[in-house]
């Protein structure tokens, strides 16, 4: 069994700044590509941000320069830096990571359960 577990939600101010934390746990074997999605009220998920097992990272143009996605591979968790935050980008942040798991030979992906993002203007 294996699960995302995503913390680091809440409240902010317009111009402010939170930061993602999503540790996975469970029956690892090994984590491949982690990622950063939102999801705004009525609206697709969207890909944020998103990293390589090698640390190789990629933003969604709205945010690059503003936010930052980092990795432990030590303690299985992926970060999000997030600055100069807007109102827009209310929304629940859902943690993905490509995985796979003691009991299988190929990856699966995995979403957690998601942390409430809400910008105040």
């Known amino acids: 069994q294996v699960q995302l577990v995503e913390s680091g939600g809440g409240l902010v101010q317009a111009g402010g700044s939170l930061r993602l934390f999503c540790a996975a746990s469970g029956t690892i074997f090994s984590i491949h590509a982690m990622g950063w999605y939102r999801q705004a009220p009525e609206k697709q998920r969207e890909l944020v941000a998103g990293?390589?097992?090698?640390?190789?990272?990629n933003y969604a143009d709205s945010v690059k320069g503003r936010f930052t996605i980092s990795r432990d591979n030590a303690k299985n968790t992926v970060y999000l830096q997030m600055h100069s935050l807007k109102p827009e980008e209310r929304a629940v942040y859902y943690c993905?990571?490509?995985?796979?798991?003691?009991?299988?030979?190929?990856?699966?992906?995995?979403w957690g359960q998601g942390t409430q993002v809400t910008v105040s203007s």
């Open positions: 990293i390589t097992s090698g640390g190789s990272t």
């Open positions: 993905n990571a490509g995985i796979t798991s003691l009991e299988n030979t190929g990856a699966n992906g995995y």
